[in-house]
């Protein structure tokens, strides 16, 4: 009976150990549990976190995207705003004695590949070639060509009638080579507000 009793015992003892092991392993396992529920919620805050940090940058990257698109716009704008100034600076320096202008209009094209036409008159027919050199030397003038030429007479001073040659040319207005003009800036740090509503390249 002692016996018996002696191997209930250790049955007992290693029934209470087994209990103790599976409640310590519960409670461990629980307490990783736990433990990795606060590091998935501070993970899921972190992702929140970091998903509205993208968005910001993802917006502030678009935003200066769309304004580098607009300086440029501007850019451009500013770069063809001299274009008339200069074709009539050249087309009034290449004019010579014994001719006039007429008209000066805008043909085709836009920014540098504007193409102008000039109406005029001149007194002789060399007064007439030598406007088209000097429009073709001048470095943002190219292609001149005549498209019309004619003989007509107007009254003179004395009441006599004078022949003139009315003349239609065309030409482009192209981009000087580097260095003949110079330019400045839209933007950048030296570049300071004109003080007037005019100025010159």
Request: glycine residues 10%.
């Amino acid at each position: 009976m002692p016996r018996v009793d002696r191997w209930t015992g250790y049955a007992a003892f290693v029934g209470g150990l087994s209990v103790l092991a599976i409640a310590w392993l519960f409670l461990m396992v629980a307490g990783q549990a736990e433990e990795l529920e606060v590091q998935i919620a501070v993970a899921a805050a972190d992702s929140a976190r970091f998903a509205d940090l993208i968005e910001r940058s993802e917006a502030l990257q678009a935003r200066r995207d769309s304004i580098a698109r607009r300086v440029e716009i501007i850019q451009q704008i500013d770069g063809d705003r001299y274009v008339w100034p200069h074709v009539m600076d050249e087309v009034a320096r290449a004019l010579p004695d014994f001719a006039w202008l007429l008209g000066l209009s805008q043909v085709s094209g836009t920014g540098g590949e504007v193409v102008f036409q000039i109406d005029g008159a001149a007194g002789t027919y060399f007064a007439l070639t030598t406007f088209m050199e000097n429009l073709e030397a001048s470095p943002f003038i190219r292609g001149v060509r005549l498209v019309a030429s004619d003989q007509t007479s107007i009254p003179g001073g004395d009441g006599a009638e004078r022949l003139i040659h009315q003349f239609v040319l065309q030409a482009a207005k192209q981009t000087p080579p580097a260095g003949l003009v110079e330019t400045v800036p839209l933007f950048g740090p030296s570049v300071s507000p004109p003080s007037s509503g005019t100025g010159e390249e």
